[in-house]
C-alpha cells in the first residue's frame, strides 16, 4: 500500500480527529507472523487489537473512555518522591544520558506502581513485540511469543501495588494490551522527551522565574521542534472510502503552545489530536515540568556545560551523546570530598 506523507497541522488534525482513522497495521503484517507460527501470530495480533489505537469507531471511543476515566482519576501519591530523586540527579558533576533514562524510570515505576527492578524487566521483556510488528523484524517470533508469556505471568502474579496505575487500570477492567499500550508508549519516548527538555533547557534565560504557563509552553515548543516520535502512522479512508496508509510528520505540522483563557491550546501534533490525542499527556507534561523545575532551581543552564547532537532522522528522536557536565569553576568550588573523582 502506498504511503502519503501529511506535512500539514490542519489535514494532520483532520486524519488524527476521524472516527474511522486506526494507527497502520496491515492484514499482511500479522498473515506474515502466521506463516512462521500461526499460533504466535494469533497472540500477537490479539495483543495489538487490544491496543486502543489499533482501533476505530465506538469500539477506539470505549477503550480510550475506560482508560482515561483510570487515569484522571488516579490519586498520584509519589511526585514528592520523583521530585527528590530529580533533586538529587542535579547536584552530581556530570549528567548523561543513562542518568536521565534512570530519572524516567524511576518516574515510569512509580506513576505505574510497579518496582524499579520489575518496570525495567517488563520493558526489556517488551522490546521483542515492539521490534516485531512495528518495526517488522520477523526474526523475533520466538521472543515475541516468549513476551506474551512474561506479561502474562506479571499480571497473573500481580507483580503489581494496588494502590498504582496499574492496580487501578485493572480494577476498572482494562485489558492488558491497553495497560501495556500505555506503559511502553510512556517510557522510551519519555526518555528521549526529557534529554530533549534538559537540552533546551540550557538555552533558557538565566534568573528569571517562570510560571507553569511559560514552562508549559517551553516544554510544547521543545518537544515540538524534536518531537518523540517522528512519524504518526494512520490508515485514513481516501474518497473511495479504502483506506490509505498515511505518515504525519510531526516535525513539520507542528507548531507553539498558546494559552487563551487558562485552557491549554496545543498547536502541534507531538502528542497528537482528537480521538487520537496521547492518553498519557497530562502526566508527561507534569514530569517534564517537575525536570524542568528541578533543573532551573539547580541553576542548570548557568552550571552546566551541555553537549550533543539532535539526531531526528530515527522513528525516536533523541539527543546522541548527551553529556552534561559542570562547569570548571563549579567544581573548584565542590565540597572537598568530590575532588578524588577528578585527579
Avoid at 141 to 155: H, Q, T
Amino acid at each position: 500500500m502506498e504511503k502519503r506523507i501529511v506535512s500539514t497541522f490542519d489535514e494532520a488534525t483532520r486524519i488524527l480527529g476521524c472516527p474511522h482513522a486506526i494507527a497502520n497495521r496491515k492484514r499482511e503484517d500479522y498473515d506474515k507472523i502466521a506463516r512462521i507460527d500461526p499460533l504466535v501470530a494469533a497472540q500477537v495480533e490479539r495483543f495489538f487489537q487490544q491496543w486502543p489505537m489499533y482501533n476505530d469507531g465506538e469500539r477506539h471511543l470505549a477503550v480510550r473512555k475506560r482508560l482515561l476515566e483510570s487515569i484522571s482519576s488516579y490519586e498520584y501519591k509519589q511526585r514528592d518522591m520523583v521530585r527528590a530523586s530529580l533533586a538529587e540527579l542535579f547536584r552530581r558533576d556530570r549528567i548523561t544520558a543513562d542518568d536521565l533514562m534512570m530519572a524516567v524510570l524511576r518516574w515510569h515505576s512509580m506513576y505505574f506502581g510497579v518496582s524499579l527492578e520489575a518496570d525495567l524487566e517488563l520493558m526489556q521483556m517488551s522490546d521483542p513485540l515492539i521490534e516485531l510488528v512495528i518495526f517488522h523484524d520477523y526474526t523475533k517470533v520466538d521472543e515475541a511469543a516468549k513476551a506474551l508469556s512474561y506479561i502474562d505471568n506479571f499480571f497473573g502474579s500481580e507483580r503489581f501495588a494496588s494502590d498504582g496505575l496499574v492496580g487501578a487500570l485493572i480494577r476498572r477492567g482494562n485489558d492488558v494490551g491497553a495497560i501495556m499500550n500505555l506503559l511502553i508508549d510512556s517510557y522510551t519516548p519519555m526518555i528521549a522527551a526529557a534529554t530533549s527538555v534538559l537540552y533546551r533547557a540550557a538555552e533558557l534565560e538565566a534568573g528569571r522565574d517562570l510560571s507553569r504557563p511559560e514552562r508549559e509552553r517551553f516544554l510544547l515548543d521543545a518537544l515540538g521542534k524534536m518531537p518523540p516520535f517522528r512519524f504518526i502512522n494512520r490508515l485514513y479512508p481516501d474518497e473511495q472510502e479504502q483506506p490509505r496508509w498515511v505518515g504525519i510528520d510531526v516535525l513539520r505540522c507542528n507548531g507553539a503552545l498558546l494559552e487563551k483563557n487558562n485552557k491549554r491550546e496545543a498547536l502541534g501534533v507531538t502528542f497528537g489530536s482528537g480521538r487520537h490525542m496521547c492518553l498519557g499527556f497530562a502526566p508527561a507534561i507534569d514530569f517534564l515540568d517537575d525536570l524542568l523545575v528541578e533543573a532551573r532551581s539547580s541553576k542548570f543552564e548557568r552550571v552546566f556545560e551541555v553537549e550533543g547532537a539532535i539526531d531526528l532522522t530515527g522513528p525516536v528522536s533523541t539527543v546522541r551523546d548527551f553529556n552534561a557536565r559542570k562547569r570548571q569553576r563549579e567544581l573548584s568550588t565542590a565540597p572537598s570530598l568530590a575532588q578524588p573523582r577528578w585527579r
